[in-house]
């Protein structure tokens, strides 16, 4: 997915580059409705709104977006969210067409920005876009899904390593490079109820975000407390 399919992604640069010093691997916000689990008999999976940026050897802390590791971490999310989800119920896959992309990855953009800054899935507005789309397609519950993450080279990783020392050592400042972050994010929208039904996130410190090991842990992760209700 290309930078400028959708408008919002400056505030997750800055994050990943500010992850560099403070990342740390945990869950994020759980957050549901009163709807069940056991209420929701099927699903549909929209693709996924991904952004993932790799720093070559050479170029410091520059990140610099990749289409083929993007397009990698895109295809293992729907892989991943699509298996785990179909042990609990019928799972559909909803493509966009070019039109309709740009501002439905926006508009979940801005939800999970919403969410992510809410302490209950009622303050997060039902983005209308999705709502029109649900409405088309015929479809309750849709999965929205936002990744972003980076990733060094083997080489940039052991130079910042190297002046990690040498900063320790000369200006007594300590400095943890991060070697790759993969934040996720993922909602459940209830279309009836005109609402979020779930929200959860988590950030995998050191973890290759295009990995589908690490993308299906952190799956698992986000949506496990969901399941054991």
Same mark, same amino acid.
């Given at each position: 997915?290309?930078?400028?399919?959708?408008?919002?992604?400056?505030?997750? #640069?800055?994050?990943?580059?500010?992850?560099?010093?403070?990342?740390?691997?945990?869950?994020?916000?759980?957050?549901?409705?009163?709807?069940?689990?056991?209420?929701?008999?099927?699903?549909?999976?929209?693709?996924?709104?991904?952004?993932?940026?790799?720093?070559? *050897? !050479?170029?410091? +802390?520059?990140?610099?977006?990749?289409?083929?590791?993007?397009?990698?971490?895109?295809?293992?999310?729907?892989?991943?969210?699509?298996?785990?989800? %179909?042990?609990?119920?019928?799972?559909?896959?909803?493509?966009?067409?070019?039109?309709?992309?740009?501002?439905?990855?926006?508009? #979940?953009?801005?939800?999970?920005?919403? *969410?992510? %800054?809410?302490?209950?899935?009622?303050?997060?507005?039902?983005?209308?876009?999705?709502?029109?789309?649900?409405?088309?397609?015929? #479809?309750?519950?849709?999965?929205?899904?936002?990744?972003? !993450?980076?990733?060094?080279?083997?080489?940039?990783?052991?130079?910042?390593?190297?002046?990690?020392?040498?900063?320790?050592?000369? *200006?007594?400042? *300590?400095?943890?490079?991060?070697?790759?972050?993969?934040?996720?994010?993922?909602?459940?929208?209830?279309?009836? +109820?005109?609402?979020?039904?779930?929200?959860?996130?988590?950030?995998?410190?050191?973890?290759?975000?295009?990995?589908?090991?690490?993308?299906?842990?952190?799956?698992?992760?986000?949506?496990?407390?969901?399941?054991?209700?």
């Amino acid at each position: 997915m290309k930078p400028n399919d959708f408008y919002q992604m400056k505030k997750y #640069i800055i994050f990943l580059l500010i992850a560099f010093t403070l990342a740390s691997c945990g869950p994020g916000k759980y957050m549901t409705s009163e709807i069940s689990r056991y209420d929701i008999s099927k699903v549909t999976i929209f693709e996924p709104v991904t952004y993932i940026s790799y720093i070559e *050897a !050479g170029k410091m +802390n520059r990140m610099e977006y990749s289409d083929s590791l993007t397009y990698m971490a895109s295809y293992n999310l729907l892989t991943g969210v699509s298996e785990y989800l %179909s042990d609990y119920y019928l799972v559909d896959l909803l493509y966009l067409d070019s039109t309709s992309r740009e501002l439905v990855f926006h508009q #979940i953009d801005q939800m999970m920005g919403y *969410a992510g %800054s809410s302490y209950e899935v009622e303050e997060i507005p039902f983005p209308p876009s999705l709502d029109s789309l649900m409405w088309i397609n015929n #479809i309750d519950y849709g999965v929205c899904i936002l990744h972003t !993450g980076f990733a060094r080279q083997k080489k940039n990783y052991r130079r910042q390593l190297a002046l990690r020392v040498l900063m320790e050592v000369f *200006a007594d400042v *300590a400095v943890y490079p991060t070697r790759a972050v993969s934040e996720l994010r993922i909602v459940i929208l209830d279309r009836k +109820n005109q609402k979020v039904a779930f929200y959860n996130s988590h950030v995998g410190d050191d973890h290759d975000p295009y990995f589908k090991p690490v993308t299906d842990q952190q799956i698992q992760r986000i949506f496990r407390k969901f399941f054991k209700q």
